[in-house]
């Protein structure tokens, strides 16, 4: 065996450690925090059992992949028109499970150091479990994180169909999938290249979101953020106080990290860009809705954050290397 196949070896092993837990986790967190019930009330809310989809918040009612996933599990394991607690609490922790095992898997394959990478990955993960009485976990927001990193380590890869196939899809559980487009620009091929694979999927992701929001709202809608409450600065005055549980945390400092990590590459830029993006999207998507940050949107990055941060590491280590002497 190869010492290459010996360290994905150490590292599928990690992965294995790592989703057991989190299934552990995810079991315990099934029903909710004690100040809501949302973790559930989402979960099963197309199935055929409890079907309230049509009461969910319309920001929610396009995000059709995780949801239609979550309600077809829900159905196959109900007995007799109900769902058993014990029952659902076993779904939603291998829903969640089965998606952070794609995510570490599709870094082992296509990442440059998996055994850096996904131990804090999870343990940036980790970091949206607190406060630990107010935790929601949505059908959307591992099945996010994976098409955001599975197009960005295609990027990285040059596979440029492949990753535009994965964006699009990725659009069906959550728009914000959609900023990963912004890296064709980060590329080598011709501008006139990079702009018809932009261009591609642009229009595919525009035409997929219309055609979603009339099916699941009535009406062809392009945004569906929750702009229906007080408009607020609310979330930069939490910026400014002062206690643990901190957005200066958010996906273990990684994302904090990585806005302030150089720019040297082209893949550095592409990154910074993506990740520029998505922060000013969320950021005027919480003033409109008049909201604060919440831990789990960010989870988008986490991958890509730590990628980035670890490429980084490796560059200063690199130039600080003492060349060997050459014997005489």
Same mark, same amino acid.
């Given at each position: 065996m190869t010492n290459s196949a010996k360290i994905k070896c150490v590292v599928a092993f990690l992965a294995i450690s790592f989703c057991a837990t989190w299934a552990i986790f995810t079991h315990a967190a099934?029903?909710?925090?004690?100040?809501?019930?949302?973790? *559930?009330?989402?979960?099963?809310? @197309?199935? !055929?059992? !409890?079907?309230?989809? @049509?009461?969910?918040?319309?920001?929610?009612?396009?995000? &059709?992949? $995780?949801?239609?996933?979550?309600?077809?599990?829900?159905?196959?394991?109900? %007995?007799? $028109?109900?769902?058993? &607690?014990?029952?659902?609490?076993?779904?939603?922790?291998?829903?969640?499970?089965?998606?952070?095992?794609?995510?570490?898997?599709?870094?082992? *394959? *296509?990442? @440059?150091?998996?055994?850096?990478?996904?131990?804090?990955?999870?343990?940036?993960?980790?970091?949206?479990? %607190?406060?630990? @009485?107010n935790i929601i976990i949505t059908p959307w927001d591992l099945p996010s994180m994976f098409f955001w990193t599975l197009a960005y380590l295609f990027w990285q890869r040059k596979y440029y169909l492949p990753m535009l196939a994965t964006i699009v899809i990725g659009t069906a559980f959550k728009e914000t999938v959609a900023v990963t487009a912004f890296l064709f620009f980060f590329t080598t091929l011709s501008w006139r290249t990079r702009g018809k694979l932009f261009g591609a999927t642009f229009v595919a992701c525009v035409l997929l979101k219309l055609w979603i929001t009339y099916a699941v709202l009535g009406h062809a809608r392009l945004f569906t953020a929750d702009a229906q409450g007080n408009m607020s600065l609310q979330v930069f005055k939490d910026l400014l106080?002062?206690?643990?549980? !901190?957005?200066?945390?958010?996906? $273990?400092? %990684?994302?904090?990290?990585?806005?302030?990590?150089?720019?040297?590459?082209?893949?550095?830029?592409?990154?910074?860009?993506?990740?520029?993006?998505?922060?000013?999207?969320?950021?005027?998507?919480?003033?409109?809705? $008049? %909201?604060?940050?919440?831990?789990?949107?960010?989870?988008?990055?986490?991958?890509?954050?730590? &990628?980035?941060?670890?490429?980084? &590491?490796?560059?200063?280590?690199?130039?600080?290397?003492?060349?060997q002497a050459q014997p005489a």
């Open positions: 099934a029903h909710g925090n004690s100040h809501n019930s949302l973790t *559930l009330y989402i979960f099963v809310a @197309d199935s !055929h059992i !409890h079907g309230h989809y @049509d009461k969910l918040a319309e920001v929610w009612k396009p995000r &059709i992949g $995780g949801n239609w996933i979550a309600a077809r599990l829900c159905d196959a394991f109900a %007995t007799n $028109g109900d769902l058993d &607690i014990p029952v659902y609490e076993n779904i939603f922790a291998f829903y969640n499970t089965a998606w952070l095992a794609l995510i570490f898997v599709s870094i082992l *394959l *296509l990442a @440059d150091n998996a055994l850096f990478v996904i131990p804090l990955v999870y343990a940036g993960l980790m970091y949206t479990l %607190t406060p630990p @009485d106080d002062p206690h643990i549980n !901190h957005f200066f945390w958010v996906n $273990g400092g %990684t994302f904090i990290l990585a806005l302030f990590l150089p720019m040297k590459t082209l893949e550095d830029r592409g990154t910074k860009c993506i990740l520029l993006f998505f922060l000013l999207g969320m950021t005027a998507a919480c003033i409109l809705a $008049g %909201t604060p940050y919440e831990f789990r949107q960010f989870l988008d990055v986490l991958p890509i954050s730590v &990628i980035y941060l670890e490429r980084t &590491i490796r560059g200063w280590q690199s130039n600080n290397a003492v060349p």
